[in-house]
């Protein structure tokens, strides 16, 4: 245990996703070591991010106004939408240029062990968007893992009578792994060869 100003910060950098106890006072001691200058600029970014970006009305991607930069873009095709976990997972399949559509972020997945059920994810503003009749298939590209598949398996059927092709990411992407780690070959591969689930 440090004193003070330098304890507190090596907590709440231990409290990010990833860093452990030794890495956060690693991080901490760098900073410590830092211009004020650099150090500076750290702050203004993350005070800007918390400042300046939302989520999408539409789709829940990360934005800098009500609609993100995908869904303000008149070019993009209405007809399809692709469905995500993560905004992570957006900048992943937007890297292989395998498709003009427009997304949908869930904001994670359905894992029963952490108490994650539908009701906790964008489900429910996904509908609106197929009322129109505009959209004639949704992609499913959840990450290739439990909570990926059980989030699929539920977007099927509950998909199955809305009337529109309902698809699934082609295997071939590494199992009980994360879409962004996929390369952009295997991923747009994946989105070439995805199958029809609510046949
Ligand atoms: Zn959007």
Known sequence: MYEGAVQDLIDELGRLPGVGPKSAQ???FHLLQQDSEDVNRLVTALTEVKAKVRF???CGNVAQAERCRIC???RRD???ICVVEEPKDVVAIERTREFR???HVLGGAISPIDGIGPDDLRVRELMPRLASGEVQEVIIATDPNLEGEATATYLSRLLRDVG???TRLASGL???GDLEYADEVTLGRAFEGRRQVNA
Do not use: K, N
Request: proline fraction near 10%; include cysteine.
């Open 174 to 176: 590494p199992v009980g």
């Open 26 to 28: 690693r991080i901490a």
């Open 164 to 166: 529109v092709t309902v």
């Open 56 to 58: 999408c009305e539409v």
């Open 72 to 74: 303000a873009d008149p």
């Open 101 to 103: 559509g427009t997304y």
């Open 78 to 80: 209405q007809t399809s």
